[in-house]
């Protein structure tokens, strides 16, 4: 079936590195992509989206990325702060006029280093 | 502007008991989700609500479960009888635009069945 999945589960990156995060996708007609960072105890919360005819979109320290030809996704964090500990979900969602359900991949916790 | 509230945050149950969750969307959105979340997994959707009517409940184990939301704002979510399976986070949320990717969630409740 349709899915999104992520290639790590973790990733340990210094403070005040780079990161990055990536997801592959199987779904051809999806429309919307989004990343969801999600903290300890809380609900996850969005960061930034990228329609389907767009290949980079940016946002306050973070930039996503988008290559359909491999169906591959990936948020990067510029400067990486301890508050950017969390697990970070890309989600993909159907083409406008359906249900558009939200499909979340399984996540990727990432731990900033001191 | 208030969150997503949501009650009780935490539950233990015996199995085959019943249960219940209360969530209250932001103020306006229409459209309300409810998420089951399997620790270490991504956010599954259960049902989605577009004022009080259901526009997808497609995942939701109709055997057990049962959502509603009478008046087009809060909405609780039911499970009669609970198996040990159930034990997950129940998250609540809502979306201002009916096929909005860009959703807020509550904090959950945590559910653990014995």
């Known amino acids: 079936g349709e899915s999104v999945g992520l290639h790590l589960p973790t990733l340990s990156v210094q403070e005040g590195d780079n990161s990055i995060i990536n997801c592959a996708y199987s779904n051809s007609a999806s429309d919307y992509f989004i990343w969801y960072k999600q903290e300890s105890g809380k609900g996850p919360q969005f960061i930034i989206d990228?329609?389907?005819?767009?290949d980079k979109r940016q946002g306050q320290r973070v930039t996503v990325l988008l290559n359909k030809t491999v169906k591959h996704l990936s948020l990067q964090i510029a400067a990486t702060q301890p508050g950017d500990s969390a697990v970070y979900f890309c989600?993909?969602?159907?083409?406008?006029?359906?249900?558009?359900?939200?499909?979340f991949g399984s996540g990727t916790q990432l731990t900033v280093l001191p | 502007e208030a969150g997503v509230a949501q009650s009780p945050r935490y539950k233990i149950i015996e199995k085959r008991q019943s249960v219940a969750f209360w969530c209250n969307p932001i103020s306006g959105h229409a459209t309300l989700y409810w998420y089951q979340q399997i620790l270490g997994q991504g956010p599954k959707l259960l049902i989605q609500?577009?004022?009080?009517?259901?526009?997808?409940d497609s995942q939701l184990p109709k055997d057990r479960f049962s959502a509603e939301r009478l008046k087009g704002v809060d909405s609780t979510l039911k499970i009669q009888p609970a198996k040990l399976e159930d034990s997950a986070v129940y998250l609540c949320a809502s979306s201002l635009d009916p096929g909005g990717h860009e959703q807020y969630f509550g904090p959950g409740t945590r559910l653990t069945v014995t």
């Open positions: 609500f577009q004022n009080n009517g259901v526009v997808d």
């Open positions: 990228i329609r389907s005819n767009m």
């Open positions: 989600a993909e969602t159907g083409a406008w006029g359906s249900a558009r359900q939200l499909t």
